[in-house]
């Protein structure tokens, strides 16, 4: 792998619903209350404890693509106490204190938990199994347990549903720094709200390395997959999709759609600015509310389904059957009541 450049928010640009860094890689926009409760509803619906798995996945991500690196020379410990306070300000995770082994003002304990245990590896050398406490809901203490049983981390296997994006044919470009207003205590806000930035690539790695605790949805009533999708990439992709309606149906985000060109500004709003991807809405019946949209295959398909879904829910006052399927490289979703799927069983 080539070194990878310098993470900054100057770095990032937005590009057909994505947001991609100089080195092609995407990320995701989140509100930090919304990426908390989103976390509480996928475990809740996973019924498996996933919070070591998640950090574990933080972790091999960041090593992955080498985040981080141990410094030499004179004044190495200043360095690279610089160089993480960077990387967290970039992730909008707060501060790390490597000495205290204590994390302030981290967006979501899980994901700085994640990353200093990543930064403690790196600068000690050392395989760590962490163990952490939050003794105030703006702290969280650590404390570490040497583990060389912890194999380096791989590539991950792609979802069905999922490519690497690259900015090529997307459109016109600009940069994202101009949203961003970056405090002292190493968080940014977005029109005074707090916001996190998450990896598009950790949000494939984590689920992936849930697979083999997934419960078995592949015959739920309210969505069709692809028949040669294996059952845990189906059931993964349903959980991603249930979690992401759900975290949609507790917002309060006005929805109000009456034909087709309704959907352009929800989708705008809601999807393409936040880096969740871009879609494409090819019909809608406003006697139905049938729905087709198109969405380009990506490691974020899961989450534009679904908050699409939760759009489509919320408009139209009924639950939803989705149907999914992949034509020339491209997923196709029809949207329609699930009652009226049922009557026609």
Known sequence: MSTPSELSHESLTHKGGFIFDTDQNCYMLWKQHEFNRWWRSFESLFKHPLSRIFINSVVDDLEFHERLSLQHGLFKKKKYISQLSQLTHFYGSGTIDLLKKEIFNGAHSLFSVGLASYALEVFHQTRYKIRWNEPTPRVVQLSLEVNHELPPPGSVRPFPWS?????????????????????????FEIDGERYMIVPASLLERFPSTCLAYAPDLSDVQWIECPSDWSKPDTSVMCLLIASVVELFSLSERAVYITGKDSWDAYLRTYLSEQGWGGATVVSYDPQSYDTTLTFPKSPLSPFSIGLVAGIWERAHGRKFHLSLKLIDGTIHVNLRSLLAYENSV
Do not use: A, I, Q
Not at 165 to 180: A, I, N
Not at 181 to 186: A, D, F, R, S
């Open 163 to 187: 490519e690497k994006m690259t900015p090529s044919g997307l459109g016109d470009s600009r940069y994202v720094s101009g949203l961003l207003v970056v405090k002292e205590l190493g968080h």
